[in-house]
């Protein structure tokens, strides 16, 4: 049988959607501003009740659980948006970072959040599938000689993701930018073991060729 949604009812709906897109838009902003910042002061900044976030959120964890969570699907989205066909692992792992740069300060600072309040164990759990991902190019590239082998494809991963982590936090702290994250990953290319001027090479050429499909 069919069923047809009473319109008072999908008006609620459609403001609890709406109210809680706000408070997870609003904690981002001020925890990335404060990272001690209390649900009271998210909810006056969002516009809402207390009673209201509390029903989306009923505890700081649970606030913090859900954005470290959105955090990890824009960075398995972002990967998913840059890979091409027959990319080969240099060029592949460039636009895994490029991707993972245009959300860099989101990711990092919810990482942050996240380690901080619900422990390592369910940060692994959350970008296990970037992190896999990740992995996979760099033991494809190792295999073909195009990435430094002294370290497990698993370990070299972790460290150059440290590394990216604190190339966001210095770019974050604007002394030193990079819009494009072109120097990002380029060291992050020389640290896997590409050498310099390839590396540099390789992100401009994606950049070029990413930039000039998207104009035309």
Not at 16 to 43: Q, V, Y
Not at 51 to 80: C, K
Not at 147 to 159: E, G, N, T
Request: hydrophobic share 45%.
């Amino acid at each position: 049988m069919q069923t047809t949604d009473i319109p008072g009812r999908t008006s609620q709906r459609r403001d609890a959607h709406s109210n809680r897109r706000r408070i997870l838009a609003t904690a981002r902003r001020k925890l990335r501003e404060d990272p001690d910042a209390s649900l009271d002061s998210i909810s006056q900044a969002a516009g809402v009740a207390r009673r209201t976030l509390y029903g989306h959120f009923p505890s700081r964890h649970a606030l913090i659980a859900d954005l470290t969570q959105e955090a990890g699907n824009e960075l398995r989205q972002a990967f998913a948006g840059a890979r091409t066909a027959d990319a080969d692992p240099v060029e592949a792992m460039t636009r895994m970072v490029l991707a993972a740069w245009t959300v860099g300060d989101h990711y990092r600072v919810l990482i942050a959040l996240g380690r901080r309040h619900l422990g390592e164990d369910e940060i692994r759990t959350t970008l296990a599938p970037a992190r896999a991902e990740a992995v996979a190019t760099l033991r494809r590239g190792q295999r073909e000689g195009v990435f430094a082998d002294h370290l497990p494809a698993p370990v070299l991963a972790r460290a150059l993701e440290a590394l990216m982590l604190a190339l966001a936090e210095e770019n974050a702290a604007c002394p030193w930018a990079d819009p494009t994250g072109a120097a990002a990953a380029t060291a992050f290319l020389v640290a896997a073991g590409v050498a310099p001027q390839r590396a540099a090479l390789q992100v401009q050429e994606v950049i070029g060729r990413d930039r000039a499909a998207g104009d035309g």
